[in-house]
C-alpha cells in the first residue's frame, strides 16, 4: 500500500491566523499565553485538514512563528552574542533575533533558494559549541500524539543548515563546525526515539546544488555519525532541482528514506535506475507541484509512482508533492468570486492533498476504481489546453517584432551621465529612497473601505493624492534629493500590476508566506500578457507636480513579475515574461512621454530566479537581461532609469547586472555591513550604484555615525562619483515615525560624507 504524505503544510493558515496572532503579539494586544494557545489551536487544524484529506504522512515542527531556519538555529542555541542577555528560549530572545531590537540588529534575512520565501541567516562563531535547547520538534509530536495524530517530526538536515549558515568574524567555512553540530543532532534524534517517534524528515535541499567533493563527504560523514546511535528511522528530503551528480551521494546514505522532486527532475527515477535502488528504502516521490497552483496531469503522476513502485516495491513508495506546501495557498475553494473556468483548472494546498490522495487509489486499487475522477481531471486538464483564452495574435505579433529591435539605449552610459547630470543637477551622493512608504493600517483601511464599497473610487483617490502631497512635503523636509511617490495605491508591487494586464487572474485568499508575518498574494499568469491601458502614469505625474525635483516614476521589472507570479506551465517562462517587458516598455515610454525624468524598474527577483546549478546560468540570464532591456532601452539618453534589488549576493552576476544597462542600481547591502559589495572588487562596475545604508526590516533607527560608516566602506570599493545614498528596500513594512527619524539621519549621513570627501585628503 503506498503512503500519502504532504513533507510540509502551509503555516498561515486559511485566514492568516498566524500573521493576526503574532503582530497581536508585538503590538501588544495579546500576552504570552493567548500566543501559544492560538498558535496550538492553529497547529491542531492544520494536522487535523491534513488527516481528513487523508494524509498519512504528516510533519510535525512545519510550523513556525517566524522561520523554520531561525528555530533550527534556536533549538541548537545558535544564539549570537548580542542577544544573549534576553532570557534563553524566550519569545523575546527569538523575536529579537528575527526582527531586530533597540540595540541589537536582527539575523540577517535571505532567500529561501530559489523561492519568494527568506529564512534568517544563523550566525556561527569559529569556535561555535551546539547544544540541544528547547525541543520544538518533540514538543510538537507530543502534542499532535496527544491529539491522535501520528506525525513525523521534520527538521532542516545538519549540512543544509550549516551550508545556509554564516561564520561570523572569520572568513570559514560554516561546514568545518560539522563535527561539533552532529552531536547535538543526535542528541536531538535520542530524544524522539525515547518519546516513540518512528521516522523523522530530515530536509535536504542543499543536495540539488552545485556541491564539492568536500560538500558531498560532508553529507556521507553527517549522515554515517547520525545513523550510529538510537533514533528513528530517518527519511531525507531533496526539492527544488535534480540531485544529478549527488544522486550516488544520496543514495549511498545510510538512512531509510529518501524523497526526490519528479517536478523539477522528471528524470529522476530513470538515474535513481541507473545506480540502483537499495532494496527495503522508502521512496517518496514528489509528483504534484509544490511551486505552482495548476491541477496535475494524473497521467504524468501516474507514471512517475509506477515506475517508483517498480523500484521499490509499493509498500515502500511515498505519494507527495514535490516539496513542502508552503509556497501554494491554502485553498481554491475560497476563492468564490474567481472566474470559474480558471478556477477549475486550479489546485491549492488541499486540493493538491487531494490529487495525492486520488493517486494512492488509483496505485492501491488500480486505475479502473477512480475512473471518474481520473476522466474529470483529463477533461479539466484538456478544457484549458484548448482554451481560446490563452493564446492572442496580437502578442505574438507584437513578439515576432520585437525580435529585430537593437534592445540598446541610444549612447552608452558615460554620454547619458552627463546628459542627465544636466538635467537633474543633483549632488555627490544623491540620496533617495526605494519606492514605497508606510503601508500603514490606514492606508490598508483607506483601501478596504472602498473595496467594500464604502467609499466611492473618487474618494479613494483623493485620499491617496494626500497622501501623496502629504509625502512629497516631509521628502522635501527630510531635504531627500530625488523623491517618490510612495506606492500608496499598490497592496503589492507585483498584485497591483498583476491586477491591470490581461492575461493574469487574481485570488482574494491565496496568500503565501514571504517572510514572517508578511504574505503575498501571487497573481496567476493563465494567457498571454498585455496591456490595456497605462497603469501608474497619473501618480507619477500627480506627484511630479507637486515639487521641483526629480520624482521616480516606480515600476516592477518583468522577470520580477514573473518571478513572483504564478506562471503557466504551458509555454516557456522566457516567452510569458517577453509579454510582460513589452507591457512594462510601453508604461516607460507613457511615463516617459508624460515628463517622468526617472524611472525605475523594480528587479529583485532577478537574482533569486538564478536556477540553482551553474550549468543553467547562462540561458536564464541571457533572457532576463533580454527582457530588462526590452523594457528600459526605448527612452531618451536624458531618461534616466533605475532599478533596485534585494536579497541578492551579487558576486556571481556582475556581468548581468553591467549588461541591464540601468543608469542607477540600488542594492541590500548594509544587513551584510556591506559585505555583499565584495563583489565591486573585482568587477568594475560603470554605472552609477546605491548601496543600501540601512536595514528597512526592523523598526530600530539606525544612527548617522552608522551609516556614515558604511559610506565610507562603500567608498573603498565605488568612486564617490557613482555612489547614491538609499536604504536597502522599500518602506512600506515601517511606522512612520521612525521611517522619518531613519531618512533624516541618512540624509545627514549623506551630507557628512559629503563634506568629508571635498576635504583636501592630507
Ligand atoms: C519586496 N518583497 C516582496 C516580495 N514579493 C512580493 N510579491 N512583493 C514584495 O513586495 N518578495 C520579497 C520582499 C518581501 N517583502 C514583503 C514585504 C511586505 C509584505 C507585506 O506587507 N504584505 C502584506 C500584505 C500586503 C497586502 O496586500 N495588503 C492589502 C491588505 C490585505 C489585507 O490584509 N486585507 C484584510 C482585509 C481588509 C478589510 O477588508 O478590512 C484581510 O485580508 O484581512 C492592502 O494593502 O490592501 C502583509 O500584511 O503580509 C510582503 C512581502
Ligand atoms: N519599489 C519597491 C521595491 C521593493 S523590492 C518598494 O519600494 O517597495
Ligand atoms: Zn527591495
Known sequence: MAITASIGFPRMGPRRELKRMVEQFWQGKIGEDEL????AELRKLRWQVQRDRGVEWIVANDFSFYDHVLDAACLFQVVPERFRGLPSGSFEQYFAMARGSADAAALEMTKWFDTNYHYLVPELEPQQVFALGVNKPLNEYLEAKALGVDVVPQL??????????????????????????IPAYEAWLASLHEAGARWVQLDEPALVLDLTDAERQAFVDAYAALTKGPRPNILVATYFGSLGDNLATALELPVE?????????PDALQQVHALGWPKGRRLSLGVIDGRNVWRADLDLAFAHLEQGVHLAGPEH????PSCSLLHVPWDVELETDMDPEIKSWLAFALQKLDEIALLKRALDEGRAAVEAEWEANRALLASRRASARLNREDVRGRLDEAKGWKLERQSPHAVRKEKQAARFALPLLPTTTIGSFPQTQAVRDARAKWRKGEWTTDEYEAYLRGEIRRWIDIQEDIGLDVLVHGEFERTDMVEYFGEMLDGFVFTKHGWVQSYGSRCVKPPIIYGDVARPAPMTVRWSTYAQSLTEKPVKGMLTGPVTILQWSFVRDDIPRAETCRQIALAIRDEVLDLEAAGIGMIQIDEPALREGLP????????YLGWAVECFRIASSGVRDETQIHTHMCYAEFNDIMPAIQAMDADVISIETSRSHMELLRAFEHFRYENDIGPGVYDIHSPRVPSVDEMVELLRKAANVIRPEQLWVNPDCGLK?????????????????????????SQPVG
Open 733 to 757: 513594512t515601517r511606522g512612520e515615525p521612525e521611517t522619518v527619524a531613519a531618512l533624516r539621519n541618512m540624509v545627514a549621513a549623506a551630507r557628512r560624507m559629503r563634506a568629508s570627501l
Open 317 to 320: 513508495v511515498m505519494v507527495a
Open 36 to 39: 501559544t494557545a492560538r498558535a
Open 612 to 619: 540553482l546549478r551553474r550549468a543553467d546560468w547562462e540561458a
Open 156 to 181: 532542516i538536515g545538519p549540512v543544509t543548515f550549516l551550508k545556509l549558515s554564516k561564520v561570523v568574524g572569520r572568513d570559514a567555512d560554516p561546514l568545518s563546525l560539522l563535527p561539533n553540530l
Open 257 to 265: 528514506g529518501l524523497h526526490l522532486d519528479l517536478v523539477r527532475s
